[in-house]
C-alpha cells in the first residue's frame, strides 16, 4: 500500500462548480497534513495545512479524520485559475521530509 | 513567504557529464534542505536529506556516489549528479526548511529540468 493515495483524476468541472479530493495515508502515526498545489512544470506551493478540527481558507476547506486516515480538500465555486495539480502532503512520525501523494488533476472550464 | 533559488531552471548535458544545481534560501537560514525528484506524472520523490555541516541522509534506492550532495552554509544546498545518464532526466526540486521561526513549513526552490542526451 502507498504511503499516500490520491484519486489521480482528472477532474473537469465548469467554473462555479464544487469539487472534493480524497486522499488516505497509510502510517497511523504520520504528524503534519498539508494540501499542496502544483502546476504544469513549476514546484509545488503549499495551499493550506489540514488539521483535525478542520479548517478554511476562502473557497477551500480541508478535512482531517485520524481515525480513518482520511484527508479531503473542498473547493467552492471553482474559478479558472483553480486549474492544478493538488497534492496531498503528509511527514512522518519521525522526521520533517514531506511524503507526496501524486496529485489529483483538477481542469475547471469556462 | 520565504524564498528558494535554484539555478539552472534547466539544462541538457551529454550522457556522462556531471551536472551541479544549486539551491538558495534568500531571506532566512535553511537548517535543514530537502532534495527530491520528479519524473513526468509521478509524485515527487525524496532522494536526501541535507543539514547545514553534515553529510546528507539519502533515501532509500539513491546513490550517495550519483548524487552528491554539499550543504556547505545555512543559506546553500548543492547537488550533483555524477555521470549523469538519460534515466537520469527529471525535474530535481530541492525545499528548504529554516530555523525556529520558520521550522514548521518548507519552502520550495522553482525546479531544474534536467534533460540528459
Known amino acids: 500500500r502507498k504511503e499516500v493515495e490520491q484519486d489521480p483524476g482528472p477532474f473537469n468541472v465548469p467554473e462555479g462548480a464544487t469539487v472534493a479530493f480524497n486522499c488516505t495515508y497509510s502510517n497511523s502515526a504520520s504528524q503534519s497534513f498539508f494540501w499542496y498545489r502544483q502546476d504544469c512544470r513549476k514546484e509545488p506551493k503549499l495551499l493550506m495545512s489540514?488539521?483535525?478540527s478542520g479548517n478554511e481558507d476562502g473557497r477551500f476547506t480541508a478535512q482531517l479524520n485520524r481515525a480513518s486516515q482520511y484527508i479531503s480538500l473542498l473547493i467552492r465555486d471553482s474559478k479558472l485559475s483553480d486549474s492544478a495539480t493538488y497534492l496531498c502532503v503528509v511527514t512522518p512520525p519521525a522526521g520533517t521530509a514531506l511524503i507526496f501523494g501524486k496529485g489529483t488533476t483538477l481542469s475547471v472550464s469556462s | 513567504g520565504a524564498v528558494v533559488s535554484q539555478h539552472p531552471s534547466w539544462v541538457i548535458c551529454k550522457s556522462g557529464t556531471s551536472v551541479k544545481i544549486e539551491c538558495r534560501s534568500l531571506?532566512?537560514?535553511?537548517?535543514?534542505m530537502f532534495w527530491y525528484r520528479q519524473f513526468p506524472k509521478q509524485s515527487l520523490m525524496l532522494m536526501a536529506t541535507?543539514?547545514?555541516?553534515?553529510?546528507?541522509?539519502?533515501e532509500q534506492g539513491v546513490e550517495k556516489d550519483k548524487f552528491l550532495i554539499n550543504h556547505a552554509s545555512l543559506t546553500l544546498s548543492t547537488l550533483t549528479v555524477t555521470s549523469a545518464h538519460p534515466e537520469d532526466s527529471s525535474f530535481y526540486i530541492c525545499s528548504a526548511r529554516g530555523g525556529r521561526e520558520r521550522s514548521y513549513e518548507q519552502y520550495f526552490g522553482p525546479g531544474t529540468r534536467l534533460t540528459v542526451t
Open positions: 489540514v488539521y483535525s
Open positions: 531571506d532566512f537560514q535553511a537548517t535543514t
Open positions: 541535507s543539514n547545514e555541516g553534515s553529510k546528507a541522509t539519502y
